[in-house]
């Protein structure tokens, strides 16, 4: 396999701990008082949307690229996707001012980041055991 078809694969990644996390939400030994369950479940909620079109443009995108452009690209993915936040607060009809609308998007953005680097991090760990596995062979 090459990076580029893992790469595509790896895109789902959120989805699938998404739903892990939105099972474990539903337990009775976990519940929603995990943070870290109920964050990654709030991420889902609030971001599947624009990671939707996200994920839609990079799996095209990446059809036609070399592994070293895919992975230079995905380092940037998480700032790339910051902007597609902007419109969270607005369609989730939270009302309030300005700022509050401002303070929301910033806080998303943090989370974004924390999530997105975390997700490549996971990306990057999964592609070295693959490798380690010879299972996969990068193209020079």
Request: with cysteine.
């Given at each position: ?29 976990f ?82 980041l924390?999530y ?25």
């Amino acid at each position: 396999m090459s990076f580029g078809k893992y790469f595509r694969i790896a895109l789902f990644f959120p989805y699938l701990i998404g739903a892990i996390a939105a099972a474990l939400a539903f337990t009775t030994e976990f519940g929603v008082k995990n943070d870290l369950v109920f964050f990654t479940v709030f991420s889902i909620v609030f971001a599947g949307i624009p990671y939707s079109a996200f994920v839609a443009y990079a799996f095209a995108w990446s059809k036609s690229r070399s592994d070293s452009e895919i992975k230079k690209a995905m380092w940037f993915a998480p700032l790339l996707f910051l902007p597609l936040l902007i419109i969270v607060p607005f369609i989730s009809g939270s009302s309030g001012s300005f700022l509050q609308a401002m303070a929301s998007i910033v806080i998303l953005w943090g989370f974004a980041l924390a999530y997105g680097y975390a997700y490549v991090l996971l990306t990057c760990g999964g592609w070295a055991l693959i490798k380690k596995l010879g299972l996969g062979s990068e193209k020079t």
